[in-house]
């Protein structure tokens, strides 16, 4: 299982609220751009999708 990102979900207007929840750091935003996720140091928590209003973080 894999964290990933539904860019088309993802308003690209904002700063990504779920990084601030993530305990391990694993979410990186480059400006206001969708998030990325460090799959070296994610632990698939699963935090930021539950967290995400637009759902745009998922497991896969
Ligand atoms: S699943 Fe957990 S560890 Fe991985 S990016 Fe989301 S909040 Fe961070």
Not at 5 to 14: F, G, L, M, V
């Given at each position: 299982m894999a964290i990933v990102?539904?860019?088309?979900?993802?308003?690209?207007?904002?700063p990504c609220p779920s990084i601030r929840v993530c305990p391990v750091g694993a979410l990186?935003?480059?400006g206001f751009d969708a998030p990325v996720v460090d799959h070296e140091k994610c632990i698939t928590c699963g935090k930021c999708v539950s967290f995400c209003p637009?759902?745009?973080i998922k497991e896969a």
């Open positions: 990102i539904d860019k088309p979900r993802c308003p690209q207007n904002h990186l935003q480059n637009m759902g745009a």
